[in-house]
């Protein structure tokens, strides 16, 4: 015996099996939930290790800089500390590290190409006590980190 069901009943049936399959298979699949980092908590006490830690928890989490600075798509940090104060005459490693990051397009580094986002502006909005520590963590990578929370970055 053959059953006659209307055009529109079949459609609804199938509306409704596609719909039941793809929320079953949403519900097999398993759910990632990612989470912000934790705030970075700067006491105006700290001292230029203190920063130094801060800054690497700063590169490594929040700013997702390791995500490009690999030597691939931006240069590696390797050194950039004992760099920083002669690629562009007349700024010191403070300054031309700062510029780095408040205005990364000011120098490029040759053989890589323009990109890289203001670090104090969103999605990143690293405070100015948070660009200090980056800066002197940067400053330690192959030279010596001098950066305080009363340097001034001239930003």
Same mark, same amino acid.
């Given at each position: 015996?053959?059953l ?9 049936? %199938?509306?409704?099996?596609t719909?039941?399959f793809?929320?079953y298979?949403? &519900?097999?699949?398993? &759910? ?10 700067? =006491?105006?006490g @700290?001292t230029t290790?203190?920063?130094?830690e ?8 929040r700013?997702i800089? @390791? ?7 931006? $240069?590696a940090?390797?050194g950039?500390?004992a760099?920083?104060? !002669?690629?562009i005459?007349?700024?010191s490693?403070i300054e031309?590290l700062?510029? !780095?990051l408040y205005?990364?397009d000011?120098? %490029?580094?040759p053989?890589?190409a #323009?990109?890289? &986002?203001?670090?104090?502006?969103? $999605?990143? !909005?690293?405070? =100015?006590?948070e660009?200090k ?5 940067? #400053? !330690? #990578?192959?030279?010596?980190? /001098?950066?305080?929370?009363e /340097?001034?970055?001239?930003?």
């Open positions: 015996m053959k006659n069901v209307p055009m529109p009943v079949k459609m609804v049936l %199938l509306v409704l099996g719909t039941a793809y929320m298979l949403g &519900q097999i699949v398993p &759910q990632k939930e990612v989470h912000p980092p934790p705030p970075v908590l700067i =006491d105006p @700290m290790e203190d920063l130094i801060v800054g690497r928890e700063l590169v490594n989490g700013g800089c @390791m995500d490009c600075h690999n030597d691939v798509r931006a $240069p940090f390797d950039v500390g760099r920083a104060s !002669s690629r005459e007349g700024l490693d031309y700062a510029q !780095s205005d990364p000011a120098f %490029l580094v053989g890589f #323009q990109g890289m &986002q203001k670090m104090n502006e969103p $999605p990143i !909005s690293f405070s =100015d006590e660009m520590a980056v800066v002197a963590w940067l #400053q !330690s #990578q192959g030279g010596t980190a /001098t950066v305080t929370l /340097t001034d970055l001239g930003y």
